[in-house]
T-cell receptor
Framework: DAGVIQSPRHEVTEMGQEVTLRCKPI?????LFWYRQTMMRGLELLIY????????DSGMPEDRFSAKMPNASFSTLKIQPSEPRDSAVYFC??????????????FGEGSRLTVL | AQTVTQSQPEMSVQEAETVTLSCTYD???????LFWYKQPPSRQMILVIR??????QNATENRFSVNFQKAAKSFSLKISDSQLGDTAMYFC???????????FGQGTRLTINP
C-alpha cells in the first residue's frame, strides 16, 4: 500500500486566500484524522471521521476551517479565508477502529502551509 | 480535558550518552494508553514505544524504555546509547481506552551530537 497520501506537500499563499489540503487514507482504514503541528502547541487534533462521518470537530479553531470526507478514499481540509497564524504543518492520519489504542496511526508526510 | 505536557522544548546530548525526555499528562480516566512517537526531519511519524496504563511493568524496546509513574501521571522516555539517527522531534501522546482521540504534547526536539 502507498500509505497516507497528502497534497500539496508545501503551499505558500497570501492572507485572505482559500487553501485546500487533500488526503487519501490507506485503503480499508475507517478512521481519518486531521492534525495541525506548530512549534508552540505541538500536534493538535482538529477533527476526525469514522466511516466518512465527522465524529469530533471540537479542535477546529474557528469557522474559517472546514473539513469534508465525501468518500472513504478522500478528505479535504479547507481554510477560507487564510490568515498568517494558520501557518503550520497539517497532517492527515488514518487507522482501523481499535488500532488507535495501540498507537498505530499511519500519518501522511504533512502539508506545510505558509500564509504571508 | 485531557492534556499532555512536555516541558523540555529542546535537548542535546553527545552520541552514546543516555538521555531522558519528560512527559506529564492529565486525565481523570483510569484506563488509557501512552505512547512516544519520533518525528525525524522527513516529518514521518514513527511509533517508538507504548505503555498500557494497567500494566505496572515499564515498557522496553531495545534502547528505548519508559518510566511510567501512574500516580504522578508521568511518562518519561529514556534513550540509552544514543545514536545520531535518534536526532528527531519526540512526541508524548495518550488515548483513553475505547476512545479514538490521540492527544499529543508539544514535542521535544532532541539532537544527538557526534
Amino acid at each position: 500500500d502507498a500509505g497516507v497520501i497528502q497534497s500539496p506537500r508545501h503551499e505558500v499563499t497570501e492572507m485572505g486566500q482559500e487553501v485546500t489540503l487533500r488526503c487519501k487514507p490507506i485503503s480499508g482504514h475507517d478512521y481519518l484524522f486531521w492534525y495541525r503541528q506548530t512549534m508552540m502547541r505541538g500536534l493538535e487534533l482538529l477533527i476526525y471521521f469514522n466511516n466518512n462521518v465527522p465524529i469530533d470537530d471540537s479542535g477546529m479553531p474557528e469557522d474559517r476551517f472546514s473539513a469534508k470526507m465525501p468518500n472513504a478514499s478522500f478528505s479535504t481540509l479547507k481554510i477560507q479565508p487564510s490568515e498568517p497564524r494558520d501557518s503550520a504543518v497539517y497532517f492527515c492520519a488514518s487507522t482501523r477502529g481499535g488500532q488507535v489504542n495501540t498507537g498505530e496511526l499511519f500519518f501522511g508526510e504533512g502539508s506545510r502551509l505558509t500564509v504571508l | 480535558a485531557q492534556t499532555v505536557t512536555q516541558s523540555q522544548p529542546e535537548m542535546s546530548v553527545q552520541e552514546a550518552e543516555t538521555v531522558t525526555l519528560s512527559c506529564t499528562y492529565d486525565t481523570s480516566e483510569n484506563n488509557y494508553y501512552l505512547f512516544w512517537y519520533k518525528q525525524p526531519p522527513s516529518r514521518q511519524m514513527i511509533l517508538v514505544i507504548r505503555q498500557e496504563a494497567y500494566k505496572q511493568q515499564n515498557a522496553t524496546e531495545n534502547r528505548f524504555s519508559v518510566n511510567f509513574q501512574k500516580a504522578a501521571k508521568s511518562f518519561s522516555l529514556k534513550i540509552s546509547d544514543s545514536q545520531l539517527g535518534d536526532t528527531a522531534m519526540y512526541f508524548c501522546a495518550f488515548v483513553i481506552w475505547g476512545a479514538q482521540k490521540l492527544v499529543f504534547g508539544q514535542g521535544t526536539r532532541l539532537t544527538i551530537n557526534p
